[in-house]
């Protein structure tokens, strides 16, 4: 593989090829476990390329990055996109990202490099994004709109926020019989993906094929908890996480209809906040908020939200333009297609 090596003024962009190093400077940049090497691993096996790199001045690394970069048909070339990142201060963001952006042009062509930091709308990163030439997208992968709780909280502290239904739920769960425990084998695996095929055919919303999943779940290892409902050896419920040091992120969830009755998502959910926080995380991010069920479900445990600074891009070609007005409707289009793959596709035990 050629090394780049993009400058400008003392600082210069050099590509990180060591998982330790990587995840280490995830760790000390406080950084969101979508730029941990497994997430960057898991898209690189399907349909994205992966770069991680280092903005350095001299010898101190400043911020960093993975680039996910996504070929797009000529002329536009690719997309270069960074989920829940860059990762770097307040006052190093602006240079950070002017480095970035010329590294994503020269490296890889890019028509945009399309950021969603995990960066609060009204915090200081806003000024220094718009400031290194980003304009807001609507080209959104990841909602702003979100619900992070703070787990330096107790246990009483965190339900004193909550609903009171939702504590009598909670209660009621944590005094049954059910387990609630870290999901660990290959088999208990595959009952987290028959619950979520389940759920995701009654709420009636998309899912990957299911080696997807699997792959995270190898390739990220501790990084990816799943905190399980047992009943016996039947999983009941489910939250999949994936965790950084600082933060907790759902990832995916999901309930039988025996589970449904029992009310054990609750139980479930309140166990994956209390495993975050035994396991250091500062952190927990239910992954954003729309306005329908499972939504209304997070809303229950917490009386605020939380909004992100959203999508931002830096446009890198004179045909932007053209891409920004085309990549919506072409986003439909392969919803629409995937959504009636979906229909024709037999469920599983079909």
């Known amino acids: 593989m050629r090394w780049y090596r993009v400058e400008f003024m003392s600082l210069a962009v050099v590509p990180c090829t060591d998982r330790a190093v990587w995840d280490g400077y995830v760790d000390r940049f406080q950084g969101h476990p979508q730029q941990l090497w497994g997430w960057g691993q898991t898209k ?36 270069v996109y960074v989920p829940r990142g860059p990762m770097c201060s307040a006052e190093d963001a602006a240079p950070v990202l002017e480095q970035l952006a010329g590294y994503a042009s020269s490296r890889h062509r890019g028509v945009g490099l399309s950021i969603e930091p995990d960066w609060d709308a009204e915090s200081p990163f806003a000024q220094a994004v718009a400031s290194a030439g980003f304009v807001s997208s609507t080209n959104t992968v990841l909602i702003p709109r979100t619900l992070i709780l703070d787990l330096g909280k107790s246990d009483d502290e965190l339900m004193a926020d909550m609903s009171k239904s939702t504590r009598a739920n909670i209660r009621k769960a944590m005094r049954s019989e059910v387990d609630f425990r870290k999901v660990g084998t290959s088999a208990e695996l595959e009952q987290v993906l028959g619950i979520y095929h389940e759920t995701a055919a009654r709420a009636g919303f998309g899912i990957h094929e299911d080696q997807y999943y699997r792959d995270i779940f190898t390739n990220l290892g501790e990084g990816s908890p799943i905190i399980g409902a047992f009943d016996g050896e039947q999983l009941l419920a489910f939250v999949w996480l994936a965790r950084s040091g600082a933060t907790a992120f759902e990832l995916y969830g999901g309930v039988s209809s025996e589970g449904q009755k029992q009310r054990v998502n609750y139980g479930v959910k309140w166990a994956a906040l209390r495993a975050m926080r035994e396991d250091g995380c500062r952190r927990y991010d239910f992954n954003g908020l729309l306005n329908d069920g499972i939504s209304d479900f997070k809303k229950q445990f917490a009386k605020h939200e939380n909004m992100l600074l959203g999508t931002w891009e ?36 079909q």
């Open 44 to 79: 690189g096996m399907h349909g994205w390329s992966v770069d991680r790199v280092l903005v350095n001045d001299g010898e101190n690394t400043i911020g960093c990055a993975q680039l996910l970069i996504r070929k797009l048909p000529l002329p536009f070339r690719a997309l």
């Open 314 to 349: 830096k446009p890198l070609s004179p045909l932007y333009p053209v891409y920004a007005r085309a990549m919506p409707a072409a986003r439909k289009g392969l919803q629409t297609a995937r959504r009636l793959m979906k229909r024709l596709t037999p469920r599983r035990g």
